[in-house]
């Protein structure tokens, strides 16, 4: 059986780690430690075996100040960082790469940049970069999940596939922060229609809704992202990845 890869988030925002509703910072803006970088070394310690990153400042700001903090982290630790956050042309892309992480999720700069999206893809490949879904109502929203595009998620998965996409990391707005429960039929309908490997955000609480997504896998959904759930102890982390590297949840 395949393995579900569990990854934790830490969400950035004024240099600190935050938690967000609806993947918005401003809805509820929780500070869950003043170091992302201290952050990053405890779910290390934790057995994580990746960490996600979301620049919040660069999403809404388009600002770089946490720049510095990335790069410090993936210094600090000896596992994959993947980011997403205030990228907008290939200059973007190469500034963060160049910094240390191994996986870039873009999400405004594809549907506003594809000739810049498609020269990172030659350079990178696709499996350094790969497509953010922010999805609410069904549609595409970018810009800090600020903005509705009016465009069908399916449709755009499609359109990021020809370009040569082979991974998207969906997430149901919604459902981000809100602790009600993960959308995985979302997941599943955009793994069975696109045939692309999935990385889930939001809404997972529990080690029933991970078993859940462990019988994805085969399927192509193989890994979550969970923040709120891990910073307020829903799981015992050390335990926890120790029955994922089993492949028994």
């Known amino acids: 059986m395949k393995k579900l890869l569990v990854i934790p988030s830490i969400d950035i925002k004024g240099g600190k780690t935050v938690r967000v509703v609806h993947g918005i910072p401003e809805l509820d803006c929780k500070e869950y430690g003043s170091d992302p970088v201290e952050m990053a070394r405890l779910w290390r310690a934790e057995n994580a075996k990746m960490i996600h990153v979301v620049d919040f400042d660069g999403a809404w700001e388009y600002s770089h100040r946490n720049y510095k903090i990335i790069e410090e982290m993936c210094s600090s630790v000896v596992i994959p960082v993947q980011f997403s956050g205030g ?22 700069m594809a549907f506003n940049n594809k000739k810049d999206l498609i020269k990172a893809l030659g350079i990178y490949g696709p499996k350094k970069i790969v497509i953010a879904l922010d999805i609410l109502d069904d549609e595409i929203v970018i810009k800090g999940r600020k903005i509705k595009t009016g465009v069908h998620y399916l449709q755009f998965a499609k359109e990021m596939l020809e370009l040569g996409v082979e991974r998207f990391l969906v997430a149901d707005i919604s459902k981000n922060g809100m602790m009600t429960g993960p959308n995985l039929a979302l997941s599943k309908e955009i793994a069975e229609k696109t045939k692309a490997r999935i990385t889930h955000s939001g809404g997972i609480r529990n080690k029933d809704e991970l078993m859940d997504f462990q019988n994805l896998c085969n399927i ?21 990845w120790r029955v994922a590297e089993s492949g028994t949840i």
């Open 220 to 240: 192509g959904v193989d890994s979550v992202v969970i923040g709120r759930a891990f910073y307020e102890n829903r799981f015992p982390c050390q335990k926890l």
């Open 87 to 108: 990228i907008r042309n290939f200059e973007d892309i190469k500034d963060i790469m160049d910094r240390g992480i191994i996986r870039l999720a873009i999400n405004t």
